[in-house]
């Protein structure tokens, strides 16, 4: 079964750092890009950018890009969202979700990780 | 980027009826060389994450129930579900993945029992 689980819910202040996780398994990690996704609380789904695990390709959405960083550890089939200084705009939930087919973006989400409810405040 | 935006923001249909969700895309997410429609449809219920229903614009994913459809191309995409049933109530994302990335959703539209 193919399956994306996330690292748990987070309280950080202002200013901290922090690094969620997605470990993936049931399939080869290193064929999908994987991206994450937000959700504000009462606000819908923004994309904020997506990685290719076999080679670490990343593209950002232009309102995040710069703010977080996206990464992926290959021998433990995991994806990483990081901040180096948390906002407290920053608190939501955030989903990392596979692409449906392999070696390629243009597709949609087929599988989705539970969601990290990330809080920021001081 | 291209933006996508929905309609109605959110709708209330009696149980057994029609409910119909429209998403427009600022341009086309459509090649002529392939005839393909890269929009999909999500179905997000609170504490869940989100659940793909139609890929391809019309695609209907395996296991998702054939009262949901999808149609459209271009710019005009529309999602039905046929006779609203309880479990339906949820928020529907349209998505477009097209050319490069972002690939962004729409705003979504709540979908509620009258």
């Known amino acids: 079964e193919v399956q994306l689980v996330q690292s748990g819910a987070e309280l950080k202040k202002p200013g901290e750092s922090l690094k969620i996780s997605c470990q993936a398994s049931?399939?080869?990690?290193?064929?999908?890009?994987i991206g994450w996704v937000r959700q504000r609380p009462g606000k819908g789904l923004e994309w904020m950018g997506v990685?290719?695990?076999?080679?670490?390709?990343?593209t950002y959405s232009p309102p995040f890009g710069g703010h977080v960083i996206i990464s992926v550890d290959k021998p433990i089939n995991t994806a990483y969202l990081q901040w180096n200084s948390l906002k407290p705009s920053d608190a939501g939930i955030y989903y990392c979700?596979?692409?449906?087919?392999?070696?390629?973006?243009?597709?949609?989400?087929?599988?989705w990780g539970q969601g990290t409810l990330v809080t920021v405040s001081s | 980027d291209i933006v996508m935006t929905q309609s109605p923001d959110s709708l209330a249909v009696s149980l057994g009826e029609r409910a119909t969700i429209n998403c427009k895309s600022s341009q086309s997410v459509s090649y002529s060389s392939n005839t393909r429609n890269y929009v999909a449809w999500y179905q997000h219920k609170p504490g869940q994450p989100p659940k793909l229903l139609i890929y391809?614009?019309?695609a209907r994913r395996s296991g998702v129930p054939d009262r949901f459809s999808g149609s459209g191309s271009g710019t005009n995409f529309t999602l039905t579900i046929t006779s609203l049933q309880p479990e339906d109530v949820a928020v529907y994302y349209c998505q477009q993945y097209y050319g490069s990335p972002p690939f962004t959703f729409g705003q979504g539209t709540q979908v509620q029992i009258k």
């Open positions: 391809w614009a019309s």
């Open positions: 049931g399939y080869t990690f290193t064929s999908y890009w």
């Open positions: 990685i290719f695990p076999d080679d670490s390709d990343t």
């Open positions: 979700a596979r692409f449906s087919t392999p070696r390629v973006a243009w597709s949609p989400f087929d599988t």
